[in-house]
């Protein structure tokens, strides 16, 4: 009488893929999902050492499985994607103008506590062009005054001392003729 053996191996892979796109966030409550490839890799080895009825070693088997799986996952309507650039966009744009505004009243208080940051320093631009209004005002008579002085000639005409000479002024800007 013959009597019948065998091994049965079963193997299985499962891949946990469960279609997420990639997601970007932008800020808070802004996230945008984008079109997403993944790759995922696997091996399945299986060493087996039988033993017949006697409990004697028969064979070495060796099941070496090697693969992987490539998915793409693309979002189908490409308008919500757009709507969440711009909104992110947007984002960008509120906290840049945040940051600014920030450091610019931060450069203020410490100009008005008499403080300032030491020129040649790795920070010092950042205060470098926050003056007080009082301040760009001056500049700007200073400017004009050295505008006027050197573009600008008094018209000879006879005044009185009290007024004010009236001056003939070239035109700031050339033509391009």
């Known amino acids: 009488m013959a009597a019948a053996t065998g091994n049965v191996t079963n193997q299985a892979v499962q891949f946990q893929n469960n279609g997420a796109p990639s997601r970007q966030v932008l800020g808070p409550n802004i996230s945008c999902n984008g079109a997403t490839m993944t790759f995922s890799p696997f091996y399945m080895g299986n060493h087996t050492t039988p033993y017949d009825d006697n409990m004697e070693q028969q064979s070495y088997t060796i099941g070496e499985n090697w693969g992987g799986q490539i998915n793409f996952m693309i979002p189908l309507d490409g ?3 757009e709507r969440c650039k711009a909104i992110g966009a947007r ?3 509120k906290m840049e103008l945040d940051y600014e505004l920030v450091r610019v009243l931060k450069c203020g208080e ?3 506590k008499g403080f300032m940051i030491r020129p ?4 010092y631009h950042m205060c ?3 003056i007080p209004i009082s301040g760009y005002q001056k500049e700007l008579v200073l400017a004009n005054q050295k505008i006027q ?3 600008c000639k008094p018209i000879k005409e006879f005044r009185f001392p009290w007024q004010k000479k ?3 002024c070239l035109p700031l800007v050339k ?3």
């Not at 040649?120 to 920070?123: A, E, H």
């Open 120 to 123: 040649g320093t790795r920070v």
């Open 110 to 112: 410490l100009q008005q």
């Open 175 to 177: 033509s391009l003729k």
């Open 79 to 81: 308008s919500l994607i």
């Open 166 to 168: 009236r001056l003939k």
């Open 91 to 93: 984002q960008q744009a």
């Open 149 to 151: 002085q050197q573009n």
């Open 128 to 130: 470098s062009d926050v």
